[in-house]
């Protein structure tokens, strides 16, 4: 970047431009296109990596955010029992929870004996309470908590949507609400389309289109604007991309301004920003990698300015135990909060360049994502007709894509994988029904399975699926292979035999057959591969087979010789590794 203080320790460099950068980059990469360094996002637009202050009057004005960086730490609580999920409460105050979530099973929890049981020695007034689950209708709910003594809602609200009901209902609704001031149950919750494949930009634009669909309903029944406004929630995930994450907020608020000022709204009340950290990335097998995740997550949410966020527990229980995961997980909010003292900066991300470029893109992708909804009718219509569903089936295709030929990668899931501990092959079967149940759309559960799959056989039969990669020519190439290969065979639950550089000598023949593997994985970096790869799986399939022969790299023009002589296939970046690996499985008799 070039820096534009005159008093700075650059001020005696010449400022550089855009062309002269793009010009000395463009010769620093040779051969390379300059294409190759700009990062094409799967938001519908391109970011180039450079960004300086020439951009700086391009950018966008952003509504003024909260004069202090202050969130509300809310904890989730499943109610199917009023005493106990009030015991739970009371717990979560022990982590600093300023909001609580309560997640109702059965909609006769909410009468109001069951609220003043749920609520005891909760002081309702100084604690954000959030519901949703299986809820009565919104009516009759703001009703109970309207009439019931003792409560004295503060904040809060509803964070399911509210369906479309008669004029005559919708403006019962904000007269039996305006005992609840700001308790908020109007909700747009972007959670369920993440959880399918949604993009950051879809996420924006699903958004804007559920506002607008509130605020034609509502303004057709009669509420006045701002009232409808100040009734709205906006729940968003939060995934572990995190200047994606950290510019999305920010778009959202710069476009949510200019939609409710076209609706006559002042546009300086906007609806407040909900976030829960996601649950499409999360390993189930290496929970402990997912508390990384939520604290990238945490950070993007904390710095994005967001009113509420909600970080989920890294672990369901099955390979730590609850209480463990759901106190390390709470100790995520109180070291950004009280050691990294995120909480005094408001907006960092303001006059960073890349960051201010970002949400412009992001803000840009969205609004025409969202203008292809209203054209389509708006969010209702547009879900009815398919619209949305078909936006995001091709975002989830192209993810899960990227996710297969481990192009995106996930820690734990689709490279560098950890072995299962005792715990969690104690619970096997659980964990595995657990990951077949995730919802469609989730990014692990496919590697996970196939992991389990492995390690299930092993633990039936005594006997693991193995592999022994043996390495030829130059060291610098092939154990670059060698490390490729391994990575990928540990993903599917396959164990490493042995790893070596071997002549090209009988005794080497007699080395593998030692180590007894189902497949040999041959790295052989030389100028032309073929030969020697063409003897060694000629001479392996004369003394053993049964086993596989594999080859690191893409297939060489004669790839049809190596296949004559017994090669089974070859794994380089950009296979689908998921089909393979489950084919690899087949193969050695995993069943």
Request: with cysteine; proline share 6%.
């Amino acid at each position: 970047m070039t820096h534009s203080r005159p008093d700075s320790l650059f001020s005696g460099f010449p400022a550089v431009s855009r062309a002269e950068w793009k010009t000395r980059a463009v010769a620093e990469l040779k051969e390379r296109p300059y294409d190759s360094i700009v990062w094409h996002t799967p938001n519908g637009f391109d970011l180039e990596p450079w960004h300086s202050h020439e951009e700086q009057g391009v950018l966008l004005e952003l509504p003024p955010t909260k004069g202090v960086n202050t969130w509300k730490n809310c904890h989730s609580i499943i109610v199917h029992y009023p005493l106990s999920a009030n015991k739970a409460a009371l717990k979560c105050f022990e982590l600093d929870a300023a909001a609580l979530e309560f997640v109702i099973s059965d909609p006769a929890l909410c009468s109001a004996e069951n609220l003043k049981q749920l609520f005891a020695g909760i002081n309702t007034s100084a604690v954000a309470i959030y519901f949703s689950g299986n809820l009565p209708p919104v009516a009759e709910l703001l009703k109970t908590l309207a009439t019931t003594p003792g409560l004295a809602l503060k904040a809060g609200g509803v964070l399911d949507e509210t369906p479309a009901a008669s004029k005559e209902l919708d403006m019962e609704l904000f007269s039996i609400a305006a005992s609840l001031p700001p308790f908020r149950f109007l909700a747009i919750n972007l959670v369920p389309f993440h959880q399918k494949g949604s993009t950051a930009a879809q996420e924006i634009a699903l958004a804007l289109a559920g506002v607008s669909d509130y605020l034609h309903r509502f303004l057709e029944a009669g509420v006045p604007v701002e009232s409808i406004v100040a009734a709205m929630e906006i729940i968003l995930p939060v995934g572990s991309s995190h200047f994606t994450e950290l510019a999305k907020p920010r778009a959202l608020r710069y476009l949510l301004s200019h939609l409710l000022q076209a609706y006559g709204a002042s546009g300086s009340t906007l609806p407040t920003l909900f976030a829960r950290t996601s649950r499409r990335n999360h390993s189930l097998l290496d929970p402990y990698t997912n508390m990384l995740r939520l604290t990238t997550e945490a950070v993007s949410a904390i710095l994005g300015g967001y009113e509420t966020l909600q970080i989920g527990a890294f672990d369901s229980g099955l390979s730590v135990k609850r209480e463990i995961a759901e106190r390390i997980t709470g100790n995520i909010h109180l070291i950004l909060k009280e050691e990294a003292s995120l909480d005094r900066v408001v907006d960092p991300a303001r006059g960073s360049h890349y960051l201010e470029a970002m949400t412009k893109a992001l803000a840009g992708s969205a609004w025409t994502l969202f203008k292809e909804i209203e054209a389509a009718g708006g969010m209702a219509e547009a879900t009815s007709s398919g619209l949305i569903e078909a936006m995001v089936n091709a975002s989830a295709e192209q993810r899960q894509k990227s996710l297969d030929n481990r192009k995106k990668t996930l820690i734990g899931v689709n490279r560098y994988t950890w072995p299962l501990s005792p715990e969690q092959e104690e619970h096997i079967g659980e964990l595995k029904l657990a990951l077949e149940q995730l919802p469609e759309g989730n990014e692990t559960a496919g590697y996970e399975l196939v992991r389990l799959k492995s390690r299930s056989f092993s633990l039936k039969s005594g006997r693991t699926p193995s592999i022994f990669i043996w390495m030829q020519g130059n060291p610098s190439v092939s154990f670059q292979q060698a490390a490729f290969a391994e990575d990928f065979f540990k993903c599917g639950g396959f164990e490493i035999a042995g790893r070596a550089t071997l002549p090209l000598e009988e005794r080497s023949y007699s080395t593998i057959q030692q180590s007894k593997p189902d497949i040999v994985v041959l790295c052989i970096a030389e100028k032309d591969p073929v030969p020697t790869a063409e003897t060694i799986c000629q001479r392996l399939r004369i003394l053993d087979g049964g086993m596989i022969a594999v080859m690191a790299g893409k297939p060489p023009v004669e790839k049809e010789r190596l296949f004559a002589a017994g090669l089974d296939s070859f794994i380089y970046t950009g296979v689908n590794v998921l089909e393979m690996l489950k084919s690899y499985q087949h193969k050695t008799g995993v069943q």
